[in-house]
């Protein structure tokens, strides 16, 4: 697969709030809705892990 593609043009932060809005979307999760109403608190709280290999 072509790296260029991996994340589709976007940024991890991106990604990742997409999914949580996708999520929520879909399941009405409270815990969802509260991360995103308070997403410049809630991203600090994510860390992104990957292996070193």
Known sequence: MDRALWHTGKTDEALLKGLIERHFQFTGSPRAK????????????????????
């Open 34 to 53: 509260a991360l995103l109403e308070n997403w410049d608190a809630a991203r600090r709280q994510f860390v992104k892990v990957f292996p070193t290999e």
